[in-house]
């Protein structure tokens, strides 16, 4: 049935039909989230959501409109503090959405002036990053992880890989002791998933502070250096949130992204009859399955009326990325079009800065466990697997595989941990990161 029929219904759990909004959380809109995004298209352009409990806003499903959102940044501002519900009392403080839609002082919430000098120090910075380097570094980290699991003749490509890699890969190109990388991890995921989030913030917080710290102390050729040293002269607290949002917007995402991209390429036989195998499903999960679905909060800077809807100034809009990118006007036009111009990145002065490594990144992880392991397959029904809840994000819990086990090839010792038996006078740092465990010990072997 199409969703924009008058005989359009809510689809199985949601109240919308009793309430007036559509909810963008709970198990069902998990499982099945374009089932709501159609259903929300009956109502036009946008529709009355809510994001948590208590938590209203105005959700783009139009592709066309959400271009129109995001470019005009005069009718539009992404200040959070002009949030009107928010000022007025109406949102519960304990809301799980809070965390990230609140206002920080970073590139994501600032307008105008402020917003490009942010803005110029992120660009500039992530411009120098080596590509070389990156696709190095991804190829040593996805090869250490494959090796751990290698043998098994399984793994949960979640937990084992697409959650591992960009943790290691975050620590290397922004300097980051793997200690405080654990903890960036944690407190992003937490954010993003709404469980515990105000504590999941000051976590996330909390451990870039220490590594703004420790880079001020011991500057190096990486992200946080190069950031600290460009000539915005960011003080310590726009550190610690530039370099918080770079690590939310990359982190997460990238670990959906790359999860999403492998369960595109198991459970679509197509891809592996066609070229540029990889490519096409990276850019394919783009489209159909991004992993942060739903964001880009926006307020009316004056009332107004935007896609024959009226709004107060401070109303929250929010883009759905995944209802546009999927709109039924738009797939004549994806077909005709540039398979990359989908809205997964956003678009407009707040576009991601990062898509560019985050790609790169994502193809270099399938490229190498695809090829290390060609006869990869699903371990378990498709409709057996389970989706992480909320608006924010969309990522798999797990994904059980199974393969062909790889020859064993004896004990694989963490890089940098000498073999039993042997007696390898190594550097102080090499000791003392030893003593921490394989992650700080894989990070100190992947920088030298």
Same mark, same amino acid.
């Given at each position: 049935?199409?969703?924009?029929?008058?005989?359009?219904?809510?689809?199985p759990?949601?109240?919308?039909?009793?309430?007036?909004?559509?909810?963008?959380?709970?198990?069902? @809109?998990?499982?099945?989230?374009?089932?709501?995004?159609?259903?929300?298209?009956?109502?036009?352009?946008?529709?009355?959501?809510?994001?948590?409990?208590?938590?209203?806003?105005t959700?783009?499903?139009?592709?066309?409109?959400?271009?129109r959102?995001?470019q005009?940044?005069?009718?539009?501002?992404?200040?959070?503090?002009?949030?009107?519900?928010?000022?007025?009392?109406?949102?519960?403080?304990?809301?799980?959405?809070?965390?990230?839609l609140?206002?920080?002082?970073?590139?994501?919430?600032?307008?105008?002036?402020?917003?490009?000098?942010?803005?110029?120090?992120?660009?500039?910075?992530?411009?120098?990053?080596?590509?070389?380097r990156?696709?190095?570094?991804?190829?040593?980290?996805?090869?250490?992880l494959?090796?751990? @699991?290698?043998?098994?003749?399984?793994?949960?490509?979640?937990?084992?890989?697409?959650?591992?890699?960009?943790?290691?890969?975050?620590?290397?190109l922004?300097?980051?002791?793997?200690?405080?990388?654990?903890?960036?991890?944690?407190?992003?995921?937490?954010?993003?998933?709404?469980?515990?989030?105000?504590?999941?913030?000051?976590?996330?917080?909390?451990a870039?502070?220490?590594?703004?710290?420790?880079?001020?102390?011991?500057?190096?050729?990486?992200?946080?250096?190069?950031?600290?040293?460009?000539?915005?002269?960011?003080?310590?607290?726009?550190?610690?949130?530039?370099?918080s949002?770079?690590?939310?917007?990359g982190?997460?995402?990238l670990?959906?992204?790359?999860?999403n991209?492998?369960?595109?390429?198991?459970?679509?036989?197509?891809?592996?009859?066609?070229?540029g195998?990889?490519?096409?499903?990276?850019?394919?999960?783009?489209?159909?399955?991004?992993?942060?679905?739903?964001?880009?909060?926006?307020?009316?800077?004056?009332?107004?009326?935007?896609?024959?809807?009226? @709004?107060?100034?401070?109303?929250?809009?929010?883009?759905?990325?995944?209802a546009?990118?999927?709109?039924?006007?738009?797939?004549?036009?994806?077909?005709?079009?540039?398979?990359?111009?989908?809205?997964? /990145?956003?678009?407009?002065?707040?576009?991601?800065?990062?898509?560019?490594p985050?790609?790169?990144?994502?193809?270099?992880?399938?490229?190498?466990?695809?090829?290390?392991?060609?006869?990869?397959?699903?371990?378990?029904?498709?409709?057996?697997?389970? /989706?992480?809840?909320?608006?924010?994000?969309?990522?798999?819990?797990?994904?059980?595989?199974? @393969?062909?086990?790889?020859?064993?090839?004896?004990?694989?010792?963490?890089?940098?941990?000498?073999?039993?038996?042997e007696?390898?006078?190594?550097?102080?740092?090499?000791?003392?990161?030893?003593?921490?465990?394989?992650?700080s010990?894989?990070?100190?072997?992947?920088?030298?």
């Open positions: 049935m199409d969703a924009n029929t008058p005989d359009a219904v809510p689809p759990g949601c109240p919308a039909h009793a309430a007036g909004r559509i909810p963008l959380y709970g198990p069902d @809109f998990a499982a099945d989230p374009h089932a709501y995004y159609n259903y929300a298209r009956r109502y036009g352009p946008t529709a009355p959501v809510e994001l948590a409990p208590g938590v209203e806003a959700l783009v499903t139009d592709y066309a409109t959400a271009l959102l995001l005009d940044n005069g009718a539009f501002r992404k200040d959070a503090r002009r949030w009107r519900a928010f000022n007025e009392g109406l949102i519960p403080p304990d809301s799980p959405v809070v965390p990230l609140a206002y920080r002082p970073n590139a994501m919430f600032s307008d105008g002036a402020e917003h490009l000098r942010l803005r110029q120090a992120i660009t500039d910075t992530m411009a120098r990053v080596d590509t070389r990156l696709s190095r570094s991804t190829e040593q980290i996805s090869a250490y494959i090796s751990q @699991f290698g043998s098994r003749g399984s793994a949960d490509l979640m937990a084992d890989y697409a959650r591992q890699l960009p943790l290691f890969v975050f620590n290397e922004f300097g980051c002791p793997a200690d405080i990388g654990d903890r960036i991890l944690f407190g992003i995921s937490g954010m993003f998933d709404g469980i515990n989030a105000e504590r999941a913030a000051e976590v996330l917080f909390g870039v502070g220490e590594l703004v710290a420790l880079k001020r102390s011991r500057p190096g050729d990486d992200v946080t250096s190069w950031l600290m040293q460009h000539e915005a002269d960011l003080a310590d607290e726009e550190m610690v949130y530039q370099l949002l770079l690590l939310g917007a982190a997460d995402p670990r959906n992204l790359i999860g991209t492998l369960h595109r390429i198991l459970t679509h036989d197509e891809y592996a009859h066609q070229g195998l990889i490519d096409e499903a990276m850019e394919d999960t783009l489209w159909e399955n991004p992993p942060v679905p739903n964001l880009a909060p926006h307020y009316p800077a004056t009332d107004m009326e935007f896609a024959g809807q009226k @709004f107060q100034a401070g109303d929250l809009i929010m883009v759905s990325f995944a546009a990118n999927n709109s039924p006007a738009l797939t004549a036009a994806r077909q005709s079009g540039s398979n990359r111009s989908h809205l997964a /990145w956003s678009a407009g002065p707040h576009a991601c800065p990062s898509k560019d985050a790609r790169q990144i994502t193809v270099a992880a399938v490229e190498n466990l695809l090829n290390r392991l060609p006869d990869i397959e699903l371990a378990v029904p498709e409709n057996s697997l389970t /989706w992480r809840p909320g608006p924010f994000t969309r990522g798999l819990t797990a994904l059980p595989a199974r @393969f062909t086990p790889l020859a064993p090839v004896g004990r694989v010792h963490a890089p940098g941990q000498a073999p039993a038996g007696r390898t006078e190594q550097p102080s740092a090499v000791r003392k990161s030893e003593a921490t465990g394989r992650w010990q894989f990070l100190n072997w992947l920088m030298r």
